[in-house]
């Protein structure tokens, strides 16, 4: 796909943004404290994607009629914070710093401006968009070594997401990395998921306890696990809402699987209120602990999810 760049996207009107790209299913808009968002309608789907941290915070296809991404109530809308809900990025590390506890958790790639660089259509109709984080200074004290990160996002029936890591330096580098995704679902009590049978997992609600998965997956309260050497798809049955989500992946060794339960939720500030953490449960495509991944010199490491809805 060919790129075209654009110049100043932090100055850049919404109708400037627009323009440049001139795409008939996007347009660019921008809310009361500065933060600007890509809206995308197109015939198979609708989706709502947040320059900073390209963070995509909303995607339903058509035919559903629930969205397929939780975005909380509650939420923050404000420039250097994460949004709660939806897809956030999490790199170069995943979870707390390896060595400086003072840095984000997760990583700076979410709260770092994105630019817009090209948009375009498929074949089947569905609706690519690049973009490329840009290397503030934050982020330069952060990692300090060069880097491109890009996103590939095509947004249709499915929803397919694809992280490039492109390592600048004279050496090589490690990163951590996950699609911190948000799944909407009916209630967390009435969800199974399947796909991680056998599959040995770190229980980080009980100091990182390691254990074999034996069954399928059902939940109650806090659940937080992260599933090592796993790379084959997951599938959240939801009964409450007739569906199936399919969760695929390539270039992730990782899955992380997260509910907060009341008692985190409700301490958490921005998950929304009451039972509203019942709504979500995160299924999350990663390379994380034992997974990161070494990228050497003058080499791009690909890494990409795709979403997709069944009928139950």
Not at 14 to 31: Q, R
Not at 39 to 55: F, M, R
Request: glycine share 6%; with cysteine; aromatic share 8%.
């Amino acid at each position: 796909m060919a790129t075209k760049s654009i110049d100043n996207m932090l100055l850049a009107t919404p109708v400037n943004l627009t323009n440049a790209v001139a795409h008939p299913h996007i347009k660019i808009t921008e809310d009361e404290n500065g933060l600007q968002y890509i809206e995308v309608d197109n015939p198979s789907a609708t989706a709502k994607i947040a320059l900073q941290g390209a963070h995509i915070m909303h995607w339903q296809p058509k035919k559903e009629k629930h969205p397929v991404l939780w975005l909380s109530d509650h939420a923050r809308y404000v420039k250097g914070r994460s949004i709660r809900g939806g897809v956030p990025i999490c790199w170069p590390w995943f979870g707390a710093h390896p060595t400086d506890s003072s840095l984000c958790p997760h990583g700076f790639a979410r709260v770092i401006p994105w630019q817009l660089i090209d948009a375009d259509s498929t074949y089947s109709g569905a609706t690519r968009i690049a973009l490329q984080m840009i290397q503030t200074p934050e982020a330069d004290r952060q990692l300090s070594y060069p880097y491109v990160l890009t996103l590939m996002l095509t947004i249709g029936r499915r929803l397919k997401i694809d992280l490039a890591t492109t390592n600048k330096a004279a050496h090589p580098f490690m990163i951590g990395e996950a699609f911190h995704t948000y799944f909407h679902i009916s209630d967390i009590e009435k969800i199974r998921i399947t796909g991680l049978q056998e599959c040995l997992y770190a229980d980080k609600v009980r100091q990182y306890e390691r254990h074999v998965e034996h069954g399928l997956l059902k939940f109650g309260g806090e659940f937080d696990r992260v599933y090592l050497n796993h790379s084959a798809d997951c599938i959240i049955h939801d009964a409450g809402f007739d569906r199936l989500i399919r969760v695929s992946k390539s270039g992730s060794n990782t899955t992380v699987v997260w509910t907060p339960g009341a008692e985190k939720a409700h301490a958490m500030g921005d998950m929304g209120e009451g039972d509203e953490w019942r709504k979500m449960v995160c299924v999350e495509s990663a390379n994380a602990m034992e997974n990161s991944v070494v990228i050497n010199p003058n080499r791009t490491h690909n890494f990409s999810a795709e979403y997709n809805v069944e009928t139950l």
